[in-house]
């Protein structure tokens, strides 16, 4: 089994900053793919981020240029940093690590931004 946990949500102004850590444990040998989404009200979930192993980076359009995606292997922990945030990246921010026979998710962390 594997448990990730993600922290640093909370309530911030538009433009403010919110650093997410999502660290992982359990049987875990190696951490190849690690993704962040998130579910706004009344949306479905989407893809926000998503990091290699490597180091390689996707995000998503919408936070393109504010939102940073790094990963420290050595401590199992994946982190999403949230700057020049908008009300619009309201919503429940959830950590997502895919593996070759299921996936896992955080329990999530809600982010309010207020205009």
């Known amino acids: 089994q594997v448990q990730l946990v993600e922290s640093g949500g909370g309530l911030v102004q538009a433009g403010g900053s919110l650093r997410l850590p999502c660290a992982a444990s359990g049987s875990i040998f190696s951490i190849n793919v690690m993704g962040w989404y998130r579910q706004a009200p009344g949306k479905q979930r989407e893809l926000v981020a998503s990091?290699?192993?490597?180091?390689?980076?996707n995000y998503a359009d919408s936070v393109m240029g504010r939102f940073t995606i790094s990963r420290d292997n050595a401590k199992s922990t994946g982190y999403l940093q949230m700057d020049s945030l908008k009300p619009e990246d309201t919503g429940v921010y959830y950590c997502y690590l895919p593996t070759p026979t299921r996936g896992y998710w955080g329990q999530g962390t809600q982010v309010s931004v207020s205009s």
């Open positions: 990091i290699t192993s490597g180091g390689i980076t």
